[in-house]
């Protein structure tokens, strides 16, 4: 918590740190006070509002799903099963008489690293597929 925000929320802090404001001036504070508060009221209002409106909307989803026959685990399943592409090999080494082969792609491989620095190579440096 700020020194700020301890002085706000604690009445002696605020009434020390107020000593020197004339009577407008802290006018003029709570004022601009009460317009955060009512500008916040706001805010928590409009995010509840939307809150309701997003449980309402799953309530409507659920409900047509029953209606359907469909249960959450099977949409769930559905998504799920879509198969990913695999990525081609770009480079290949041979280490011990097997071949290892990698796209280039993410963290470089045990065997790849060990490989470079062996032959003080980089990544660019390394045989290719075809």
């Known amino acids: 918590m700020s020194d ?3 002085t706000l929320t604690r009445k002696n802090s605020l009434r020390k740190q107020t000593q020197e404001l004339g009577v407008a001036d802290i006018e003029k504070v709570m004022s ?7 500008e916040r009221r706001e805010e928590e209002a409009a995010k509840a509002q939307a809150e309701a409106a ?5 309530e409507a989803i659920r409900k047509q799903m ?5 249960a959450l685990d ?3 399943t559905q998504v799920d ?7 081609k ?10 071949e290892h082969h990698w796209s280039g792609r993410g963290r470089t491989p045990v065997v790849f690293a060990q490989y470079m620095e062996e032959k003080g190579l980089t990544k660019d440096q390394l045989p290719t597929v075809g």
């Open 4 to 6: 700020f925000i301890k």
């Open 32 to 38: 601009d006070l009460a317009d955060i508060l009512e």
């Open 54 to 58: 997003k449980v309402e909307a799953i």
């Open 66 to 70: 029953m209606e359907a026959g469909i």
């Open 74 to 76: 099977e949409l769930a």
């Open 81 to 87: 099963s879509a198969p990913r592409k695999s990525v």
């Open 89 to 98: 090999a770009k480079y290949v080494i041979e280490v011990d008489g097997e």
